[in-house]
């Protein structure tokens, strides 16, 4: 039932068109424009800036006072007290899990890390220099080729069996695809490891000892997958929402989350940090990088600066600066110079009119890179990590969207192209 009414009126209409206004819990209303279908009217929004897609009740962004909420549990109060797989359970659920909820839940989860041992194979026919991102889109896809018994999309435990799986996977393949690319052999999972543990065992483990992972990096790698967990309706997961709406089983959809989140203004900002910081390569050249980012000339963006909904600090970006002192700190390589190449540029760039204007502050892909880098993982990996921690976040999305009456997405447009004409008689 809509709380209020907007009117619309428009030049030659003869009546105001009524549009309901709903209101959320938070947040601002919504208009609903679809009362101006068949009155020769569409909304017109291209990057979807003042659009809400949809209704959902997993994430809540405020980006003007920098807030971030799951489940209504702000990002901080998680990323300090909770742990990546009680942030599954909650995006999933709505709820934090019980104590034997999440015990039952940390079960399942361990008992689906493996995956078909076809999947091995599948690798082979990549180059060994080939992108992990492409890896994963591809054998994230191919998972569906092996999971045909949950693949309802309208059966409830069938979704629950398709996340189950996916969070427990993605850790494994990623790993794979990592081992893959610097020709050592796969390290198949281990069940007496944590979630985090359990990855840096298939990343820096080998067949020849045992690998004990540092319960240090192994909490900070934890708190970075809840950090990217979910964030509400951005490119990835609306990509992965429209995807469903067309009946596409999850894989599929992960897999085209995976394909939008690759972007360096998305998801793949993490790898273009290190990238831009190791280009910079010293605090003497910043000046020249902040001058060119400010260019409307020159195509260069300050990579981890700026985001669609925060115009304050992204409170990500705040946890993430504060494990990357830590992380760092504990490897006794708190000198590390990119980290002050980084704090340097967010100094100046946070002093510059250009930057304080457009309320362009640093986002959650910030400081990430180097607490990566610190772990050991390569710069290629970062969006992978990505990924991997964003995968409950698209498949909770998804299976939001099919827990209720729903329809495939299909936008329209403003065509400006050639009006209708006749082909030349020759
Ligand atoms: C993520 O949506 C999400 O929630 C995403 C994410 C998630 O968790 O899913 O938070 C993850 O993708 C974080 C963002 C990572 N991307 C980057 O760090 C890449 C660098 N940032 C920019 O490309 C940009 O800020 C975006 C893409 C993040 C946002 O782009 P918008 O909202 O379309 O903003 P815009 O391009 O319209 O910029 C507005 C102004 C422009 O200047 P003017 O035309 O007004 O003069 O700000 C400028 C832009 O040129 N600007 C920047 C800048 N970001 C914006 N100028 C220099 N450096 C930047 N980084």
């Known amino acids: 039932m809509a709380d209020k009414k907007a009117r619309l009126t428009v030049d030659g209409l003869d009546e105001a068109i009524e549009l309901p206004v709903y209101s959320g819990t938070e947040g601002p209303d919504v208009i609903d424009v679809r009362p101006l279908t068949g009155k020769g009217l569409f909304t017109y929004d291209p990057g979807f800036v003042s659009t809400a897609a949809c209704e ?23 990323a300090d ?13 709505g709820e934090l899990p019980t104590e034997a909820q999440k015990k039952e839940f ?10 078909h041992e076809q999947m091995s194979h599948f690798f082979n026919g990549f180059r060994r220099d080939a992108h992990p991102m492409a890896i994963m889109v591809a054998c994230v896809g191919a998972l569906s080729a092996f999971y045909h018994d949950s693949l309802d999309i309208n059966d409830a435990h069938h979704r629950e069996v398709c996340a189950f799986r996916l969070i427990a996977k993605m850790p494994t393949l990623a790993a794979m695809s990592y081992k893959y690319s610097i020709g050592q ?19 820096f483990g080998t067949p020849c000892e045992e690998y004990k992972p540092n319960p240090v990096l192994a909490k900070a790698m934890d708190r970075i997958f809840v950090l990217h967990a979910d964030h509400e309706q951005n490119a990835s997961t609306s990509t992965v929402r429209l995807a469903g709406s067309s009946g596409a089983n999850p894989f599929a959809c992960i897999s ?19 990238t831009m910081l ?37 409170p990500r970006a705040k946890v ?5 002192d830590q992380v760092l700190k504990e490897l006794g390589v708190e000198n590390e110079p990119l980290l002050k190449i980084a704090k340097r540029l967010e100094q100046i760039a946070l002093e510059d009119p250009y930057f304080v204007e457009r309320k362009l502050y640093p986002n959650v892909d910030f400081y990430s890179g180097i607490i990566l880098k610190a772990i050991g993982i390569p710069t290629s990996m970062f969006t992978v990590i990505f990924a991997l921690s964003r995968t409950i976040g698209w498949i909770s999305h998804w299976s939001e969207f099919h827990s209720s009456p729903n329809r495939i997405g299909r936008p329209r447009q403003l065509y400006t192209g050639p009006k209708k004409r006749n082909y030349p008689l020759l």
């Open 56 to 78: 959902s009740k997993i994430t809540y962004i405020d980006g003007d006072l920098g807030i971030l909420l799951h489940g209504g549990y702000p990002i901080e109060q998680l």
């Open 81 to 93: 007290k909770s742990d990546y797989l009680e942030v599954c359970y909650l995006l999933l659920n």
């Open 106 to 115: 940390i079960h399942i989860i361990k008992n689906h890390t493996m995956v």
């Open 185 to 203: 052999p796969f390290m198949y999972p281990r069940n007496d490891l944590g979630y985090a543990e359990n990855f840096l065992h298939m990343m």
């Open 256 to 274: 085209s989350g995976i394909a939008a989140l690759w972007g360096p203004a998305h998801g793949g900002a993490n790898e273009a940090v290190l």
């Open 278 to 314: 190791e280009e910079i390569g010293d605090e003497a050249m910043i000046p020249e990088f902040v001058a060119r980012a400010k260019d409307p000339e020159d195509p260069f963006r300050l990579m981890g600066f700026g985001h669609r909904v925060y115009r304050n600090f992204d």
């Open 320 to 324: 993430m600066k504060a494990t990357c």
